[in-house]
């Protein structure tokens, strides 16, 4: 069921989740937890945060320095997307790229019964995520401490310093190699094999840092078999005329080509709750327009129903 929450506890315009409420003490709490994420003892601090959204009781761990991001949960407008296709699709939640769990608080806050499936190959991660499950008593979750390719093999994870780097990918020249601080093993392993129990599937979503088109290759049977609407992030080619343009660029093309043979249709999601249906992704180099909705062709017309239609030129 859809959770009961106030237009200022899931502000667009904001852009994050209020997890504190509102008034004195609430700002006075998200004050304090700030400056505990500052310190340089945040590591060694364990505990857990009582937050809430709307009707729905939420506690997020704070555990070795990790969680204070899941205070500030954001991407409040796909909270609001998810939140109106799992109340028109039956099914599982898939997550591919957990990071720290906010998709699957936001998944959670809005049907707490809803199964949901995550792959998160960074242990770190995993680790905190699991903990997250346990505090909360989420229910129906399996977390799986691997990622997702179009292959079984050991991976080499490229991340910054942090680790628990959201932007870390295992697409070897993604990005700069001076990007990177760190490399770490991690394994991989086709999502068919790994997905083959789970009868029916709801929405995939998708968050791989360049990584979408071996996730999506291993995925292609059980697209064919549970036609699930996959929201994915696509960061830009910026550049054609550049070695990584080339490279990112045919690696998009590519994807798209898999999910068009597979009968999928792509549209935009902006952050104004609106899509725009696009035949193609087109070179350029604005981070705030590389988030996707692949939707098969027979499903097209319930899913333009649930969001507001815009094209192109009105979009920009």
């Known amino acids: 069921m ?49 937050a809430r959204v709307g009707e729905r009781s939420l506690k997020i761990p704070i555990m070795l320095g990790r969680g204070y991001q899941n205070l500030q949960i954001g991407e ?71 990622g997702l390719s179009d292959s079984a093999r050991v991976a080499v994870l490229y991340a910054k310093a942090d680790a628990v780097d959201p932007s870390a990918s295992i697409v070897p020249g993604f990005r700069a190699v001076d990007r990177y601080a760190r490399q770490q093993h991690v394994p991989v392993f086709p999502g068919d094999s790994l997905l083959a129990d789970v009868d029916r599937i709801a929405l995939l979503k998708i968050d791989v840092e360049g990584g979408e088109l071996e996730v999506i290759s291993g995925l292609v049977e059980t697209l064919r078999r549970s ?25 998009q093309d590519r994807l798209l080509a898999t999910l068009h043979a597979l009968g999928y249709i792509v549209f935009r999601m902006q952050q104004d709750e609106s899509v725009v249906e696009l035949a193609d992704i087109s070179t350029h180099a604005d981070l705030a327009l590389t988030n996707y909705a692949f939707v098969p062709s027979a499903q097209a017309d319930m899913f333009r129903g649930l969001f507001t239609l815009k094209t192109q030129s009105a979009a920009a």
């Open 76 to 146: 409040a407008w796909l909270y609001k997307a998810f939140a109106k296709v799992l109340a028109a699709r039956a099914g599982a939640f898939v997550d591919v790229g957990v990071n720290l769990g906010q998709t699957l608080i936001k998944v959670k806050l809005i049907d707490p019964k809803r199964q949901y499936v995550g792959f998160e190959p960074n242990p770190q991660c995993a680790q905190y995520v699991s903990e997250l499950i346990g505090v909360n008593g989420f229910e129906d979750c399996r977390l799986v401490p691997v």
């Open 2 to 50: 859809k959770p009961e929450t106030r237009t200022e506890d899931r502000d667009p315009h904001a852009g994050r989740i209020n997890v504190f409420g509102h008034g004195m003490l609430a700002s006075l709490k998200a004050r304090v937890l700030q400056g505990a994420a500052r310190s340089p003892l945040s590591w060694r601090m364990n505990f857990s945060v009582a």
């Open 227 to 251: 036609s699930p609407f996959v929201f994915c992030e696509i960061l830009p080619v910026f550049d054609e005329s550049t070695e990584n343009g080339r490279f990112r660029k045919q690696r």
